[in-house]
């Protein structure tokens, strides 16, 4: 799954364990959902969604081999 969130993060100047804090994980896993490694939950993404004023769609896209899971 593809995913805006480092852009995102640029833009509002955020870094990575700011947003771990904001949405109650280690900076290790907003690194690895970045980095398109880890899936986040249906929660946490509309957690990091809401922080950034976005939707999930805006933030999240799915990719063609995702429908193949």
């Known amino acids: 799954m593809k995913n805006n969130i480092g852009v995102e993060r640029a833009r509002v100047r955020m870094s990575q364990q700011e947003l771990a804090e904001k949405t109650g994980v280690i ?11 880890f899936n986040p939950s249906t929660v946490r993404a509309l957690k990091i969604a809401n922080i950034f004023n976005l939707s999930v769609e805006q933030l999240f896209e799915l990719e063609d081999t995702d429908w193949d899971r």
């Open 27 to 37: 900076r290790q896993t907003i690194a690895a959902i970045e980095q398109r490694r």
